[in-house]
């Protein structure tokens, strides 16, 4: 890797979806459960930035310093239950993510 954190970006499309899954399962049983949502694959936070510029052809200004304390490495959700229990994964990928996410910001410059 290239140093930088690496973490499990999730399409907020894909994250909804998720939680949809879930709901509609406790319609069919009432106990409750947990369940990682994610894609189940990690990418680098200079991953991330490299595929929005690539994606959106913008530039990105950053500047890589020391890890922050207490930052950890690596992480990303082990999705197996989620697929096993609510028959539910991610469909949607990174350069989706970064095209929706420059999209909608776009469109949206003062929020929502």
């Known amino acids: 890797m290239?140093?930088?954190a690496v973490r499990d970006y999730i399409h907020v499309v894909d994250l909804g979806k998720g939680h949809v899954a879930a709901l509609e399962r406790l319609n069919d049983v009432s106990k409750m459960i947990t369940v990682n949502l994610g894609t189940g694959e990690?990418?680098?936070?200079l991953q991330m930035i490299k595929t929005f510029e690539h994606v959106n052809?913008?530039?990105i200004p950053y500047i890589?310093?020391?890890r922050?304390?207490?930052d950890i490495a690596s992480c990303y959700a082990d999705t197996s239950y989620a697929k096993e229990c609510l028959g539910w994964s991610a469909?949607?990928?990174l350069n989706d993510m970064c095209r929706d996410t420059w999209k909608w910001t776009s469109k949206n410059p003062n929020g929502y």
């Open 2 to 4: 290239d140093g930088t």
């Open 42 to 45: 990690g990418f680098s936070v």
């Open 57 to 59: 052809e913008v530039k």
């Open 64 to 66: 890589i310093t020391d």
């Open 68 to 70: 922050r304390k207490g």
């Open 91 to 93: 469909k949607l990928n």
